[in-house]
């Protein structure tokens, strides 16, 4: 009982970091501030009442409009607040109360708010990345191999984490430098410099699980579109949603999908 009382406070916590999370994906890219001024609608320009900023309920109250005017609130709001806070909710049935989970919960939030502005403005923004590989790079020796457990004592630990961080992120990097270098039209350079990051967030083996799925489900949803008229083989699609995917994936189910990988591998040999 009081796992699910917690689990229901992390998904309440997600999505207020949701709420959050779109005035970033709002604010960001013009370069405006995400503190003041305080929220309001853009059609009427009236500013939002409290009680019409709780995550999800004040979104299907006002059943997605604005109180004053008929302005309709993107469901993009709706949705990155349930998804933020279905995350939040498993990152803690994963990692339990501690230092991981924040981990996880940031790396959640970082990686959502990215998705959604690659997404609507076909950007990356280098106010969210470099910040990010700044402080990655400090806290990789503290969480090592982020969850997936080793048999080391304090010290190797720690070093092999910053070592494994720095390793994975560089990798990542010079692949889709690589990548960008052969075929510069497939793939922009937030996109390279966001394969670097992610390696100093979920280290190796995790980043193959998030290159991996982000490179599976990009390629579904690109032959989704194509079928369905959406799109043509020239149009540009965003990859930093997909890396996004992968990556949020890797940090909450990465290690359980490597277990699973060297579980078959070793049937197969036998």
């Given at each position: 009982m009081i796992e699910t009382i917690f689990a229901l406070f992390a998904f309440s916590m997600g999505a207020s970091v949701g709420s959050f999370l779109n005035v970033v994906a709002d604010r960001l890219p013009p370069g405006k501030s995400v503190v003041t001024p305080r929220s309001h609608c853009h059609?009427?320009?009236?500013?939002?009442?409290?009680?019409?900023?709780?995550?999800?309920?004040?979104?299907?109250q006002l059943r997605g409009r604005c109180r004053y005017c008929p302005e309709k609130i993107?469901?993009?709001?709706?949705?990155?607040?349930?998804?933020?806070?279905?995350?939040?909710a498993a990152a803690y049935i994963k990692f339990g109360w501690g230092g991981p989970v924040v981990v996880a919960w940031a790396g959640v939030a970082l990686l959502m708010a990215i998705a959604v502005i690659d997404l609507e403005h076909r950007l990356i923004p280098n106010r969210l990345v470099i910040p990010a590989v700044a402080v990655l790079a400090v806290l990789a020796p503290l969480w090592p191999e982020l969850g997936i457990e080793r048999a080391l004592v304090f010290e190797?630990?720690?070093?092999?984490?910053l070592t494994n961080s720095v390793a994975a992120g560089g990798g990542a990097l010079l692949v889709f430098l690589a990548v960008k270098t052969v075929y510069p039209a497939g793939?922009?350079?937030?996109?390279?410099?966001?394969?670097?990051?992610?390696?100093?967030?979920?280290?190796?083996p995790g980043i193959a699980v998030a290159l991996w799925t982000?490179?599976?489900?990009?390629?579904?949803?690109?032959?989704?579109?194509?079928?369905?008229?959406?799109?043509n083989r020239k149009d540009a699609m965003p990859f930093g949603p997909f890396l996004s995917a992968g990556g949020i994936f890797a940090l909450l189910?990465?290690?359980?999908?490597?277990?699973?990988?060297?579980?078959a591998s070793d049937r197969l040999i036998g």
């Open positions: 059609r009427c320009d009236r500013p939002i009442p409290a009680r019409d900023l709780v995550p999800i309920l004040s979104y299907l993107p469901a993009r709001v709706f949705s990155v607040e349930v998804f933020t806070g279905a995350l939040f190797q630990a720690h070093l092999s984490s793939m922009g350079a937030g996109d390279v410099k966001m394969a670097g990051m992610l390696g100093l967030l979920v280290g190796y982000a490179v599976v489900v990009g390629g579904v949803v690109a032959v989704g579109l194509l079928a369905l008229g959406g799109r189910a990465g290690t359980e999908i490597i277990d699973l990988y060297f579980a």
